[in-house]
C-alpha cells in the first residue's frame, strides 16, 4: 500500500514561522515533524510514499531526498498553484491503483493503521475518515429553546464534543476520478460529492494520541512530548539542508 503526504500548504496559521520553512520541515525538539511521520509510517508497515510539495517544496525534497536513509521510497508531486487540501491527488491518477492512505504533512499519532486499514476493507469504503474526540469551549451563555418563548434551559460557557477529522484517509482510487484536474479541491468538497452519488464514507474512531502541528497550541504541546529528543543548543536540524 503506498501512503501520500500532503506537504503543498503554505503553513498560513503557522505564520511567521513558515515564512522561513515550510510547515512540515518545522521542528518537533531536534526531528522535523515530517520526519518523526515518516517514521510512524513505516513502523505501520508502508514504505512507499509520495510526498505532494508545493510552497518551499525544494527544501523537502532536499532534506528527505529518496527516503533510503528512513527506509522508505519516497517520490514526489510539485504543485504549479494551490490544489486545496485534497486536489493534489489528480496528479496521482496513473500511479494510485490500489486502496492508499493519504495523510497531512504536519500530524503526529499513534492511530493504528493496520486496523484503519482492515476496517476500511470491512465497510467496504469509498473512503475512511480517521477521527478524534475533541471538545470545544463555547465563551458564551447559551440559551435552550425557540426564539420569543420560555426558556427552556441556560448553560455558562458549555463544552461541546465532537469528532472531528486527523488528517488521515483511506481511498480507494476510483474516488480520484470525482477529483477535477489542477484546480482547488477541499476533501470536503470531495466527501460532499461522494456522499451526493451514495458512496460509502466511513469514520474510524481513534482514542490515542494525536496533535495537529498546523495549529500553534499543538505545535507548543508537541515540544514537550516526553519522547521528543531536545534540540542541541549547537546543532540544528536544517544544517542538514546546506
Same mark, same amino acid.
Given at each position: ?84 487540501? #485534497? ?86 482510487? =476510483?474516488? #480520484? ?40 497550541? =499543538? ?24
Amino acid at each position: 500500500m503506498k501512503a501520500v503526504i500532503q506537504c503543498g500548504g503554505f503553513g498560513s496559521r503557522l505564520m511567521p514561522y513558515a515564512m522561513v520553512l515550510p510547515k512540515p520541515l518545522m521542528p518537533v525538539g531536534s526531528q522535523p515533524v515530517l520526519e518523526l511521520l515518516i517514521g510512524w509510517v513505516r513502523r505501520n508497515g508502508i514504505s512507499e510514499i509520495i510526498i505532494t510539495t508545493g510552497y518551499l517544496g525544494c527544501l523537502i525534497k532536499t532534506f528527505f531526498g529518496d527516503g533510503s536513509k528512513w527506509g522508505v521510497d519516497i517520490t514526489y508531486t510539485e504543485e504549479a498553484g494551490p490544489l486545496g487540501t #485534497i486536489g493534489s491527488l489528480s496528479l496521482l491518477r496513473e500511479v494510485l491503483d490500489e486502496p492508499f492512505i493519504v495523510l497531512n504533512g504536519d500530524i503526529l499519532t499513534d492511530l493504528n493503521l493496520e486496523r484503519m486499514i482492515a476496517f476500511h476493507h470491512e465497510m467496504d469504503a469509498a473512503v475512511t475518515i480517521a477521527t478524534v474526540a475533541r471538545q470545544t469551549k463555547l465563551d458564551y451563555g447559551v440559551l435552550d429553546g425557540a426564539p420569543n418563548t420560555w426558556i427552556e434551559s441556560f448553560r455558562e460557557k458549555p463544552s461541546l464534543t465532537h469528532s472531528v477529522s486527523m488528517g488521515v484517509y483511506c481511498l480507494n482510487p =476510483d474516488v #480520484i476520478r470525482h477529483v477535477p484536474r489542477e484546480m482547488p479541491f477541499g476533501f470536503d468538497d470531495l466527501v460532499l460529492r461522494l456522499l451526493a452519488h451514495q458512496a460509502h464514507v466511513c469514520s474510524f474512531r481513534h482514542d490515542g494520541f494525536w496533535l495537529d502541528i498546523g495549529r500553534l497550541d =499543538d505545535f507548543r504541546d508537541a515540544q514537550a512530548l516526553p519522547w521528543v529528543k531536545p534540540l542541541p543548543l549547537k546543532e540544528t536540524f536544517w544544517i542538514q539542508l546546506k
